[in-house]
């Protein structure tokens, strides 16, 4: 049966209206892509360390969010899916140690344009099958040509170790369609005690490692200064004096 002028035009500015729905998500994982960016390389800079090995993020897909909607039971539209669904833009971000997690954290909540709506930490209270990491779900401006909207992006930040892990875990329930063996999930749970502990050893190598490089760095009489990836060694009588003035 064809359609009748009127339902075109209608179902026209539905498609148009849920185009823009899914570009809001898409546009506030690139804004909050960019302040990840932008911290990375000011901590680089000043710390001479890059606390982030790797980012990645992605949009849920309509399938993925009409099937979480039928989960949660809630009414199929716009606005029930914006205020209630707070993970359809995701950021996942891999860190060499626990310290920089919570490092990232503070720095991302402290930007003035974002507003942090929860905080899950479960790397101070793990999840009962061993998962640690530490989740925010953080609201982000998105100024579109006629209006701005908050768009909630949700942020996992883990340790290397534990992004291993909880890879391994999710191929394992899928494997076994999210009921695998006690046998199994026990063993897991073990891994992810090793993985933990892995983390507090490396982490504690890594902070005797830079007590070693402070104090080799106040006996050197120049200093690295590093833009854009050029080194250039500096007299620590200059520096002085360049902080003098």
């Given amino acids: 049966m064809a359609l009748s002028t009127l339902q075109m ?8 209206e849920l185009t823009r729905f899914m570009m809001t998500y898409k546009f506030a994982l690139d804004e909050l892509n960019t302040k ?36 949660k039971g809630l009414p199929l539209t716009l606005t029930a899916i914006r ?4 993970d359809i833009a995701g950021i996942r971000i891999t860190c060499s140690f626990r310290s920089d997690i919570y490092e990232l954290s503070t720095m991302l909540q ?7 709506i929860e905080i899950k930490d479960y790397i101070k209270n793990p999840k009962p099958n061993g998962y640690q990491s530490l989740h925010l779900i953080l609201e ?7 209006r701005v909207e908050h768009v909630c992006v949700e942020v996992q930040i883990r340790t290397i170790a534990m992004d291993f892990w909880a890879s391994l875990e999710h191929k394992i329930y899928y494997k076994f369609n999210k009921e695998i063996p006690k046998r199994l999930a026990d063993e897991l749970k073990e ?16 902070k005797e490692v830079n007590e070693i490089k402070n104090v080799e760095d106040v006996n050197d009489n120049s200093h690295e200064l590093i833009i854009n990836n050029e080194k250039f060694n500096l007299p620590l009588d200059f520096l002085t004096r360049a902080i003098k003035a």
């Fill in 9 to 16: 035009q209608s179902l026209k500015t539905i498609k148009t």
């Fill in 36 to 71: 990840i960016d932008i911290l990375q390389q000011e901590f680089a800079f000043i710390h001479d360390y890059n606390p982030i090995e790797h980012v990645t993020s992605r949009v849920k897909s309509p399938e993925s969010i009409v099937k979480k909607v039928g989960k």
């Fill in 83 to 86: 205020e209630n669904i707070h």
């Fill in 110 to 116: 402290s930007q003035q344009d974002i507003r942090v």
């Fill in 140 to 146: 982000v401006p998105v100024f579109m040509t006629d």
């Fill in 191 to 206: 891994a992810a005690i090793s993985a933990a502990h892995l983390d507090k050893k490396m982490e504690n190598i890594h």
